[in-house]
């Protein structure tokens, strides 16, 4: 996916971020979420009026320190008491509703992203979009968008959120005052005299328009570099989880070294992309310290000649620090979070580019028309790859029940692509295909989910549908018989069956379900001739017996005994206006 972060303007990041966010306020979940909305807003509301509360508060005490008043003292002392409850108070509350309001928002937009991605196949179709080079609709890990970018999101929106409405208020609050106590200043220039109210004001506020200019130029290049960090991050760990995943075929293959130098170069993508940050961020960090360490005694410059010369007594000089300082630090706010912005917004364009991505592959594109039938009709079929070249075209077949139909061609020739067709799923296809409901399909590479065996046998049925004995029959009858007493064993299938096994696993599921229509992609090519044969015969058995028809592929010569016609997939002249033109015996 192209990185957007640096062409995108903060406006157009603001309008993103809304569209993210909206829909879960307009969600079912909407008053409980407005609801904790307006609360933790009133409880950030509450910090402000006590630090105004704390503000009045140091002018009176360091009064009663100036004038030795000791009752005073201790009467303000009582009073900070109460003070720092309402503070405490108000804190306990404002984060704990405010990681509730998080999670419960994460929650919702993980099962909202989780459904879209999953619905009508989305998530096959944005993988074939990788496949196909579309790098505008094809965007990097889904998985590490889903789980770390929507966490990062929803956390970021609230915290920053929040926290540029506690300082616009604190802000609003503590301008008043400190305009109240800066007074009115003389100043000669030319030789005239000016008077300039609220002076700390103006002081305050060119001290932090400079510094957020400054921030600003310092800190851009941020949000380019957190974006591709994300991207190394999970490309990094992504690689990791496909070398735990093809463990053995990894070992076979003696491919450590290649494994080792692939998961180094993209380790080493996540180490410069980070030692880059590091140095972006060494530059932002070196100003906003010193930035905030000059804050701290610039006030006291300013107002100590007055101090000194006896305007206005200690306490008075103690709340003007105060309020200069609140007044600084909300206007500061964008240079103290500016590293926060820049992962914010790198994760709202990730999340933006990754909703656009399945809204565009939400559905295909209806040019394949499929619908059932009592038999397999395909009319005008086009079938091409997904870089747009052709494979098939204007192709017409037919199976009809108590067909056994043998599909053969060269490897790439299209054999799975047109299953894929057949059963609706294949985007790059044009025409009609016509098929009846009763059918299942068995891929290359069956998909063997993780957990207990029943599970993973009845997938993608609930296993409560069958009963124990019917479960044990199906294995035993897929010539599984070990796995028969196992049922409620959990583990990682896929890692500790052999591909033989997992092949037979999903014959299992074949004799489990009784599908009248079967199609069935290179089933037995792990298995040897003795299993493929007793196999073969109990699927036939079985289509023929719920009155349907079997459709395979395979390269074995062995396997035409199993079948009665021949489809052979023949290459075509170049020219010709398809790679393949299928001819049927």
Known sequence: MNDPAHSTSMLVTLRRIGALAAPYFRSEDRWKARGLLLVIIALNLGTVYMAVLNNQWFGRFYNALEN??????????????????????????????????????????????????????????????????????????????????????????????????????????????????????????????????????????????????????????????????????????????????????????????????????????????????????????????????????????????????????????????????????????FIDNYDRVAIWRATADRLTSFDDAMRAHATPDGALVHDSASSLHTQDLDIALPNGTPLLAKTALSVNPGDHVLLQGPSGSGKSTLFRSFAGIWPFAHGKVSIPENAMFIPQRPYVPDGKLRDALAYPQPAGDYTDAQLKQALEDALLPRLADRLDDADAWSQKLSGGEQQRLAIARVLLKKPAWLFADEATSALDAQAEETLYKRLAEGVRAAGGAMVSIAHRASAAAFHDKRWTLVPQPEGAGARYRLEAA
């Not at 008077?195 to 506020?205: I, Y």
């Open 68 to 333: 030795r008043d000791q009752a005073v003292f201790w009467r303000e002392l009582g009073f900070f008491c109460w003070i720092a409850f309402g503070a405490i108070t108000i804190g306990i509350l404002k984060f704990y509703l405010t990681q509730l309001l998080q999670i419960r928002w994460r929650a919702w937009m993980t099962r909202s992203y989780l459904t879209r991605w999953i619905a009508d196949r989305t998530f096959y179709r944005l993988e074939l979009a990788r496949y196909a080079g579309d790098n505008n609709h094809s965007p990097d890990n889904p998985d590490q968008r889903i789980q770390e970018d929507l966490q990062m999101f929803t956390d970021y929106t609230v915290t920053l959120s929040m926290g540029l409405l506690n300082a616009v208020v604190t802000l609003v609050s503590f301008i008043g005052i400190l305009w109240g106590l800066s007074g009115v200043v003389d100043f000669q220039l030319g030789g005239s005299t000016y008077q300039v109210a609220g002076s700390m004001v103006w002081l305050a506020l060119a001290y932090c328009v400079v510094g957020t200019v400054i921030t600003h130029y310092i800190g851009r290049p941020l949000i380019g570099t957190n974006f591709r960090q994300q991207r190394f991050e999970a490309d990094f760990r992504h690689h990791l989880v496909r070398v735990r995943e093809y463990s053995e075929a990894i070992a076979l293959d003696r491919g450590e070294r290649v494994e080792h130098a692939q998961l180094e170069q993209r380790f080493g993508a996540v180490l410069r992309n980070y030692l880059t940050l590091i140095k972006q961020q060494k530059n932002l960090v070196s100003f906003t310290l010193s930035f905030g360490q000059a804050a701290a005694v610039f006030p006291f410059i300013i107002a100590a000649p007055r101090f000194f010369g006896g305007a206005f007594p200690l306490g008075q000089l103690m709340q003007i620090v105060t309020a200069f300082d609140k007044v600084q630090t909300q206007l500061s706010w």
